[in-house]
């Protein structure tokens, strides 16, 4: 019968069900085309691109690492990628713990898959961190592995190694150096251990003398799991990038202690009967996997779901995701509501989804960076052109030359009449690799009309473009108000105005807006009010009533108010008024009926509690 | 061998019937009598004879292009044959031909080959070679057309004479640091000035002879750093300003999105070689907004662009006078405030004046208002003779794009402006030779190896200076002294204009205000 290879007792059939696991789990449960949404990596064909990073240690890997990004847009090939990365990586610990003749190594080596997925778990994380790291520690391998005992022979190839290493991946050099001295440690190399050291604190610091531009602390932690925005917030992720970076030393340690401490035996092989073994690995995966599990969030994910479904305007499937929702951020409630507005269902069903406590429907500032390219898409399908650039531009400063950002600044100046700066865009777009295609075919598209004129999209912001100059820093409110004026049939406008007005509790301004639903009637006789507009009204009408003891006349122009709303405001009211004083006691028992109501909203601020979640997609800006 | 032989032969056919010869070309052409469309397009403008290559791409349909750049006789010359239509002119070749025809035209002949086979022939594409060099390095900052954020800054040195480009500094190895205004005396690389803005604070910083030295400007007269800034030809003084500048929006798609507004600025001289700042009411007047602050060629006058301190409402109406006053840089004394031009006369707003180094020519923006010309399509360049006042709109102004951001070359015979004419977004680098009669000759986009370069190229071309040489200071030495810096060199406040400042602020009344307190 034939036999497996054994690989450091783990065997053949093992390590493929454990990556294969690996694989469909960054596949089916992380989903790289969610990777490739939140990060975008940018890479460009050309030698421009390619020598922006060969002026700096780093560089290569950060260029292999956009490279190899672009697989993410297919999943099982962003997984593939990923997989084989993590593959190489163990591959190259395997190898390294042989060296140093640590048992078990097989089993040892596949620890690191593990880290590798707590920290894929996080979207954020940059493929970079991977590369790097398997080019030290393949490093480290084939130096442990090194034939020759002449310490001038090893000097030599160590400092052979230090210049790719460096120049490749900047700091994981400092792993290489630490696993290289591990390894002559053992070996009783004490003095070569010494030197390795040395190597890894000297290294850097020389580098910034002479090939690296940037900061000292840069030298050092470029590209090191231990560095970088993943980490922000996270200590299971900062526990995992540090254990990922010192795995392969620690491990040849650890093992070199074990057996120093236990009296050498003879390799026991299959031991235990089939049940016995299966429910050992079973143990072993159990162990693996749990920490994964632990440290993977469900509800962010659903929250980049939601974003993605929003940027490709999948609207339905936005608001099925936010259904899941446990918690969410700005982001979502911006992704959320404009959804609602593109199906008719805002002045409906706002309160049925996330939604933001007393604030209002949208900031237009740069200042929450997530939300920068959902405010452009917003302002610009409102009409509000500039204002869409201005988002745009932060976004592109921020996030870097993403295809999603620049397509938008296509868009956006050929309806601000500059087809030449599109183009500019476009040329760049057509040295991506994927957008290649679309770009082309804009251009030829521009060449024949450079205002684009057949185009839908561009035509519907047109029609309601804001041409008049309003300079200066204005709210929501006013930014709609101008919108309207600019066309008082944008519909998107006035849902976006009066959801303002309806989250922002101006009831007032509510029943004074009635009216500018009679701009959508094209003469037909007039639409019902939608619901939370006639929920709105009634409680202006009852608040006015109690305060100035007499109900305030609000113009409903020939609508009226349904039976049904009358009839559910009346219990509402009952149900508050014999609960007075027990705000909390009338909140338990209006919960099942009125939750998606605007007085449920109104008096209880809505069916969340608690503040919404910080986004985790948020970049620090410096 | 005989199937090794047949290929060979095979081959050799096939070389020869896809080889074009001249005669070919010659005995097949139609000739047409437009110009060609190349980009970009240099016809009819004046180029340095010490310029790299000018690579153009030829947007005619065809098969096959042949170009021909060639002077006086046309049997000498340079032959491009491509099947491309991007030319790449071979750069000895083409050093040799600008050498052999200073102040002579040369000429572009251009022929495509169409699907048909046959070969077209253009309208001949006339430049002409100046006779005088350009400065060999032009040193500008690249930016994306920026908002509120900055996250990716640098600013690069290109060598002319070739395409090499280098960086003199990147913010993203300076921690992420905002820079501006790189500033140089007399067109030499050294010193260099340049203002820094990060968490590790607002330094100016001087580099020079290797050395980087910090220098924090603020002082009891102004809480603001410099800004702008101009070196005294002496070189052991600089010029610059204090301003308050806050970014705006308009909603007008036709306009440009963003505007600086100034809401007070100062002006006053640091002396490098003392740490001393000094200033006088006469250009720290808190009634106006004194900004753009420039030498005269002697060192005898600080020219200046001066406003009334306007509210932000009114920013329409805001249009700045061009002023100077006489200062020895020796004794210190301070000479008559004098206009030079009023808004009143030009109907507009002046800025960004240049002395040329003869100082005869004094080249300025004007734009319908403000201070920030860059971000106004109506701003156009425009040049005084200072022998008699007099000033022109110059003819090499775009007809609605900004052109702005000018210097002079070290001879006085090269001006290098921004301009956004390509696109109305991106502004460019371009050349325009300055004749002695101070005719302003058609300009030429700087060129890159890559014909198509400007085609997909995002930044925007900031502040580009001329420079005799490289700027050899390290980026290294430069960045270090953003985020580490040494303890800052705090300029101290010049004795009379502190005492002035004392007794302002001791005084019930002011009587002697010495800023406009925006500043402060």
Redesign the interface.
Known sequence: MRRWPEIGGLGLPRAAAIFGLFFLYVWLRIDPRLIYHVQEPVFFRGG?FFAFFL??PGGVTEYLSALFGQSYVVPWLGAFVITAVAVMICASTYVFLKAVEVSHAGFVSVIPATLLLILHNRYRYDLGYDLGLLLSLAGAALYASLPWRQPFARGLAFIALTVPIYWVAAGPYLLFCLAAATSEHLARRRVAAMGCVLAGAAVPWVA??SVF????R?AYLHLLPVSGNHLVGEYAVIVAAVALCVYAPAAALAGAWRQARSEPTAVTKSQGTILIRISRDLTFLMVMAAPVYATFSGNYKTMMEVDYHARHKRWPQVLNEARQLTAYNVLTVYNVQRALSHLGRLSDEMFSYPHLANAPIFVPS?ETPSSLLVLCDNLMELG????A??MA??A???Y??RPSI?KRLVAI?V????P??A???L??L??TLLHREWAQRRLEELAVDPHLSENAELAKVRAH?????????FTAEELLM?LLDRNPRNMMAFDFLMGHYLQTMQLDKIAGSIGRLNAFSDGLPPTPLPRLYEEAVMLYMTQGRVQLGVVPKVPLYGRQLSGNTLRRYSRFSEVLAANDGDAEGARHKLEASYRDTYWYYYFFGGTESGAPLISRATRP?? | MRKLSLAILLALVGVATSCTTRAEVESDVGVGDRLPRIDPDPAGAVIPPNIAPLNFTVREPGNEYRVLVHGRAETSGIEIESDEPDIIIPSGQWRDLLAAHRGEEIRFDVHTRTAVGEWQRFAPIVVRVAPDSIDGYLVYRLL?????????IGIFQRHLESYQES?VL?N?????ACFNCHTFAQNQPDPMVLQTRS?HGLSMLIASEGEVTTVDTRTAFNKSPAAYTSWHPGGRHIGFSVNKVSL????????E???VFDAGSDLAIYSVADNTLTTTLAIADPERAETWPEWSSDGRFLYFSSAPVTP?ER?ETVRYDLMRIAYDVDTGAWGKLETVLTAAETGRTVTQPKISPDGRWLVFTMADHGNFPIFSASADLYSMDLRDGGYRRLEINSAAAADSWHAWSSNGRWLVFSSKR?????ARPYFSYVDEQGTFHPPVLMPQE?P???????KTYNVPVFVTGPVEVS??DL?RAI??PSRPLAAQLDARVAAAIRKESDAAEVTEPYSSGTTR
């Not at chain 1, 509000?384 to 204002?387: I, S």
């Not at chain 2, 994306?144 to 990716?152: A, D, I, T, W």
């Not at chain 2, 993203?172 to 992420?176: H, L």
Request: hydrophobic share 35%; glycine share 8%.
């Open positions: 421009l002026g700096h910034t003398f531009p940037g900061m000292v840069d740069p509000h052109v500039n204002k650039e201005h531009q932060e592109l400063e921020i870097g030359d620049l100046n309806l601000k009449g500059r030449a700066a183009r500019v865009y040329g760049l057509e040295k473009m804001v041409e008049a100059n309003y300079p200066g820093f101008q800006v410096k | 994306k057309p920026l908002y509120n954020k900055y996250v990716h960086p990147e993203r190895f300076a921690d992420n968490s705006f929006f308009h909603t007008d798609p036709a306009r999105t963003r505007e932000i920013f390509r696109d109305g977004l991106f890559d198509r370069f400007y085609d997909s190229f995002i980026q290294r960045a985020y580490a």
